[in-house]
Nanobody, 113 residues
Framework: QVQLVESGGGLVQPGGSLRLSCAAS??????MGWYRQAPGEQRELVAT???????NYADSVKGRFTISRDNAKNTVYLQMNSLKPEDTAVYYC?????????WGQGTQVTVSS
């Protein structure tokens, strides 16, 4: 079993920045990613990163968000810049390892003036 704990969410004004972190309880040998879910919407991909740091982004966040990972710390990060109100959602991290997919509990990001 793998536990994922997200942190770094909060309230930020439009144009601001936040950095999310997701710490895993053990080493992750597969890809990690960030997803988000806004009220009344389906969960959607934000960004993913492979164990050798190849990345993939949703079109809506390209050029504004950066995903990275520190394998020594079992942690994945999401740097979010130029935030927009439509980025408001609960952000979840996930991790693939040992043939299974694990999810964190989520962290709320609210972009509002």
């Amino acid at each position: 079993q793998v536990q994922l704990v997200e942190s770094g969410g909060g309230l930020v004004q439009p144009g601001g920045s936040l950095r999310l972190s997701c710490a895993a309880s053990r080493s992750i040998f597969g890809s990690m990613g960030w997803y988000r879910q806004a009220p009344g919407e389906q969960r959607e991909l934000v960004a993913t990163i492979t164990v050798d740091s190849r990345t993939n982004y949703a079109d809506s966040v390209k050029g504004r968000f950066t995903i990275s990972r520190d394998n020594a710390k079992n942690t994945v990060y999401l740097q979010m810049n130029s935030l927009k109100p439509e980025d408001t959602a609960v952000y979840y991290c996930n991790a693939r390892t040992f043939g299974q997919l694990f999810w964190g509990q989520g962290t709320q990001v609210t972009v509002s003036s």
